[in-house]
C-alpha cells in the first residue's frame, strides 16, 4: 500500500486546500439538517445515542448465545498419597457432566428467545424515538408558525396605526384612536417575543433526540404543511411490543419445560488411571496400575425442583393473561388514535379553510367602514382580535393535528411515514 504525500509550494494552493478543508464539514452538517419529520426520524435513529446503547443489548444477547446450551467444561482431578518405604498412590481422572434430560436443547430455545427479544426491544426503541422526534419537529414547527403568523398580525396591526396616525395629522381622527393602535401593535410584538423561550425548548428538544448539538442554528424555518386530505386507515403491522409479549409467552412455555428438566442435576462420568505401590510380605514392595471408570448420579431428595416448576407455570398464566390485554389495547389503540386524526383534520382544515377568510374579510370590511366614517375603532380593534385568536387557534389545531398523525403513525408500527 503506497502512501501519497502533498506537499503545498504555493501559499495560495495552501491557503485554497485550509478553505475547502473548513467548508467540507459544514456542509456535511448541514447535509444532516432534517427538513421534514421523516428527515428528523432517521437522522435521530441514526445519530441518538441511547438508540446506540440500545443496539448494544443485542451483541450483549448474541454474546450470552455462544455460551448457553453447552456441556459444562470437563472436570481434571488428581490425587496423589505416600507412605513409608516409598508406598503410595497416584490416580489422574477426566469427568465430564452430561444431562439426564433435554436442558440444553431448553436453554438454547431460550437464548434464541432472548436474541430475538432484543431485536424486537430495539425496534420498539425506535419506534418510541421515531414517535419523540416527530413530536418535537412539529412543535418546534408550530412554534415557526406561529413567528409567521404573528408578523403578519404585527404588519397589520403597524399598518393600520400608520393609518390613523395619517389621519390624525390631517386632523380626520382623533389622538385616542391611534394610541389604543399602538398599543395593539406593541402587544403583538410583545406576544411575539415569549415565542422565544418556546422555541428554545423546542429546540433544545428535537436536537437531544437528534444527537446534535443544541447551538445548531440551522432548525429555522420549519413549517407544517398541511395536507390536502387525511390519511387514509390502515390495519397495524407486526408491532414489536406485541410481538414481545408473544415471546414472552413462549419463553414462559419454554421456562417450564426447563424447570421440570433441571429437577435432575447432570451426572458425572469419568476416566481415570490409578497407580499404586504397596508392601505385600513376604515378597515386599510391590506396583500394580488400575483403569476404571467413575459415575456419579445426583438424587433429587431434599430439592425436587417442584417449587421452581410452579413459579414458571404462575407467570407462564401470568403472561398469557399480559398478551390478551395487550391485544386488545393494540387494537383499541390504532381505532382510536385514527379516529382522533381525522377530527383533528376536519378541525383543522374548516379553521383554515372557512374561518380564516370570514375573519379576514370582517376585518377589512370593519376597515373600510372605519374609514368612511360608518364604524367606530371598537369595532375594527374587535374584528382584529377575532381575527388574531382565530389564527392562533389555528396553529394550535394544526399542530394538534400532526401531533395525532404522530401517534397514529406510532399505533400502526410505522417508523416512517407509509
Partial sequence: MKTIYFQFRRPFVRYLFLALAGILPLNIVLAEIPRTADDAVRLALAKNPDMRAARALLAEAEGRGRTTGRLANPELEAELA??????????????????????????????????????????QRERQLAEATRNAFYELAAVHEARIVTGQQSDGAEKFAKS????????????????????????????????????????VQLCTLLGIPAETRSLENLQLTFPASAPAARTPADLPDVRLAELAVESGAVGISLAKASRWDDVGVGLFVEGERFRDEPEGIEPE??????????????????????EKQASAERRAAELEAIHLAARNEVATSFRILVIRFDAAQRIAMELIPAAANQLNDA??????????????????ERLTAIQTTAVATKKQYYLAYSHWLYAVGAVTTP
Fill in 82 to 123: 505416600g507412605g513409608q518405604d516409598y508406598e503410595g498412590r497416584v490416580s489422574i481422572g477426566l469427568t465430564q457432566r452430561f444431562p439426564l434430560t433435554s436442558r440444553l436443547r431448553f436453554e438454547r430455545q431460550l437464548s434464541a428467545i432472548e436474541i430475538e427479544t432484543a431485536n424486537l426491544e430495539i425496534r
Fill in 164 to 203: 390613523l396616525r395619517t389621519s390624525v395629522s390631517e386632523g380626520f381622527g382623533t389622538a385616542l384612536d391611534a394610541g389604543q393602535a399602538e398599543l395593539e401593535t406593541d402587544g403583538i410584538r410583545v406576544a411575539s417575543a415569549s415565542l422565544d423561550a418556546e422555541e428554545a425548548l423546542a429546540s
Fill in 289 to 310: 496400575a488400575l483403569l476404571g471408570v467413575r459415575m456419579t448420579i445426583p438424587l433429587p431428595f431434599w430439592q425436587d425442583g417442584s417449587g421452581l416448576v410452579a
Fill in 367 to 384: 376597515e373600510a367602514a372605519h374609514a368612511r366614517g360608518e364604524a367606530d375603532i371598537q369595532t375594527v380593534f374587535r374584528a382584529r
